[in-house]
């Protein structure tokens, strides 16, 4: 069957709307770190530009970070600043690297109103790189879940 005017309309239509609701809140400056975007392109992989830039998430599953165990420091892949302790991270089942709690002043949040529902983001408060969203579902004695994209973070063993 061909597609009518009003499915390529609509179409059309879902195409011009829907990356403006789909895309996560970014956080704006002014921070430490500042780099064009032709810098931090040049920095980051594609990937890890849309995620810590454009706020996209990656693939649940996908971080090797989800398996490391082992004592040390996440740190900012924007900026190197210090963020989590692996004391703090935890297996929530959900395929990202989560953690429980963050160092002192590492990080911002902002409240991000994609996907129809809202959440609280979480950026660097250095270079304002995305990192993920936090929850409320975590372990004590926050009750918080800090779920990040591995591709934001750089893992350096104690």
Known sequence: MLPTRRHVLTAGLAA?????????????????????AAEWRAMLTPTEYAVMREGE????????????????VYHCRGCDQALYD???????????????????????????????????????????SHLGHIFDDGPQPTGLRHCLNGVALVFRPA
């Not at 998430?57 to 040390?72: D, F, V, Y």
């Open 86 to 128: 692996a004391a703090a991270k935890y297996d929530s089942g959900t395929g990202w690297p989560s953690f429980f709690d963050v160092r002192p002043g590492a990080i911002g949040t902002m409240q991000d109103r994609s996907f129809f529902i809202t959440r609280t983001e979480c950026h660097c408060s250095r270079c304002g």
């Open 16 to 36: 011009l709307i829907l990356p403006r609701v789909a895309a996560a809140a970014i956080a704006e400056g002014p921070f430490a770190v500042t780099r064009s």
């Open 57 to 72: 998430t990656e693939r649940a599953g996908s971080s090797p970070l989800n398996a490391e165990t082992r004592p040390g």
